[in-house]
């Protein structure tokens, strides 16, 4: 017999252990993501090459802030609520069984939930190494290290 701890086979996502603090963002950004909760799914079962969430977002929560990634693509499946869609090219309302795509590169994007009740969606996106992020509407820029941990500056390259 083996010692070794196997990830599960399956689970109810929504049974999945939330991320204890909602953000990576410095201040004043952090506190913008209060609305924000995130299950990362795809490190449960021992994912490399691309993430999965299952996040939630109360009511004014947000997704992230309006960004655009260098290297990595992403896309997100609504499951429930009707969330607000904002990219560089204009808004979008969703609604569950919608999805859209990012293609690293393309349009800043961000999902807002400007309704009554929760938004809940999958987000999937791949763990392209080198990657950057951009952030047209803040002072913000961000770099993904080699530890697999996110480096946050202002877009002069100060550190926060």
Do not use: L, Q, V, W
């Given at each position: 017999m083996s010692d070794q701890v196997h990830p599960p086979l399956a689970i109810a996502a929504d049974s999945a252990p939330p991320k204890t603090?909602?953000?990576?963002?410095?201040?004043?950004?952090?506190?913008?993501m209060a609305g924000r909760e995130k299950r990362p799914l795809g490190d449960l079962f021992g994912l490399r090459n691309f993430g999965v969430n299952l996040t939630r977002l109360a009511p004014g929560g947000e997704s992230a802030l309006l960004h655009r990634h260098g290297r990595q693509d992403e896309f997100i499946y609504v499951l429930e609520g009707e969330p607000t869609l904002v990219t560089d090219a204009g808004e979008q309302s969703l609604s569950p069984g919608m999805c859209a795509g990012f293609p690293a590169g393309g349009v800043a994007h961000q999902l807002v939930n400007r309704s009554k009740t929760d938004v809940v969606y999958l987000e999937i996106g791949d763990r392209s190494a080198?990657?950057?992020?951009?952030?047209?509407?803040?002072?913000?820029?961000a770099a993904l290290g080699a530890d697999g941990q996110w480096r946050?500056?202002?877009?002069?390259?100060?550190?926060?």
């Open positions: 603090k909602p953000s990576n963002y410095p201040e004043p950004f952090f506190s913008r080198g990657d950057e992020a951009s952030y047209p509407a803040d002072d913000i820029a946050f500056t202002h877009k002069d390259g100060r550190p926060y």
